[in-house]
C-alpha cells in the first residue's frame, strides 16, 4: 500500500470484539461479546481510506502469518467484493479503497476470529461511505452481509458470533430475516475468564463430528434449558441463568477435540465457578464468575494449567455492550 495513493483525513478504523457463540445452552443462537477488563482489544481492526490507485488489502498483526497470502482467499478481501455488489445494487458506485486488516485474534480460537474480520471490514466500509459519500446500509443489511460471509467460511450461516460482535451484549437469533437476533438482558457484574491453549480447531471440523441426529430426550432438555436461560435473563434471577448452562449439543462431542479441557472444567465448577464452557467450537474456554478476585484467581490457574503453547493466552474480561466501534 503506497502512502503517496491514499489519504489518511479520509479513513475510518473500526475495532471489532471477540464473542462467545453458543454460550452453552444456546448452539448457533446465542452469542455474547466480551471485552478484557484491561484494556486490551481482543478482536481485530479493519481500517479502509481513499486511494487513487486500485482496491488493495495490508494484512498485519500478530496472527497476520495464519491468514492466506493470496488476497483474493481472505475474508476481507471478500467482505470487500460483497460491499460493492450491494452498493450496486442499492444504485450507489464503489470507489477504490486501501483496506488494513490488523489481525489480532488468533484463528480457529473459539473466539469469533472470522467474525471479527468480517464484521470490522463491513463495518469499517459502512462507516466510510457514511462519513465520506454520504451513504450507509441499515444495521439489519449489514448484519446480513456479515451472516453471508460467515456461511462462506464455516459452509452454514449462523449469526452466533457476527451478531454480538457487531451489536454488543448478549444475543439470541430469531427466525425473522428482518430482525436476525434480539438483545437480551445480561449479567453485567459477572466476569468472564476466557482462555485460549494456543492451539487451533477449525468451526469446520467442529461441526463434522456432531451427531446428524438428536434423542427426543436431548431435544427436550435442550429447548427447556435454553428457554429457562431467557427466562432467567429476563428477570435476572442469576442462580437459574447459570444453573442450566450446560450443552448437550455439542460440548459432549467435541470435548474428546480440547486436550485438558474436562479436567479444567471439573476444577473449576469444583471450585465455585458460577458456569464453564467451550467458547463457540474451541478450543477456547469460558469460566463465569461472580467476582473479579475469583476471576483472577481461576485466571492463574488456567495460565497454568490450559494453556498448550506459547500463542495461549487468558483475559478475564466483561460483556461488551457495544460491539464494533469505530477507533
Known sequence: MSVNNTSSSTSVSVFAPASI???SVGFDVLGLAVKPIDGTLLGDVVSVSATTAENSLTVMGNFANKLPSNKEDNIVWSCLLLFNE??????QTPVSVALTLDKKMPVGSGLGSS??????????LNAFYAKYHNFSFAKNVLLKMTGQMEGKISGSIHYDNVAPCYLGGLQLMVPDENVISRLLPSFDDCFYVMAYPG???ST???REVLPTDYSRSDLIRFGQNLATFVDACHRQDKSQAFSVLTDVVAEPYRTNLLPRYQTSRDYLTAQGALAVGISGSGPT????????QQA?????????????????????????QVGATEL
Do not use: R
Not at 86 to 91: M, P, V, Y
Not at 285 to 292: G, K, M, R, W
Not at 300 to 310: E, G, K
Open 21 to 23: 457463540g453458543n454460550v
Open 199 to 201: 492451539i487451533e480447531v
Open 204 to 206: 469446520k471440523a467442529a
Open 86 to 91: 450491494q452498493l450496486i445494487k442499492a444504485e
Open 285 to 292: 474456554l469460558f469460566c463465569v464468575c461472580d467476582s473479579e
Open 296 to 320: 483472577q484467581q481461576f485466571a492463574l490457574w488456567l495460565q497454568d494449567n490450559y494453556l498448550q503453547t506459547t500463542l495461549g493466552f487468558v483475559h478475564v474480561c466483561k460483556v461488551d
Open 115 to 124: 467474525a471479527c474480520s468480517v464484521v470490522a471490514a463491513l463495518a469499517a
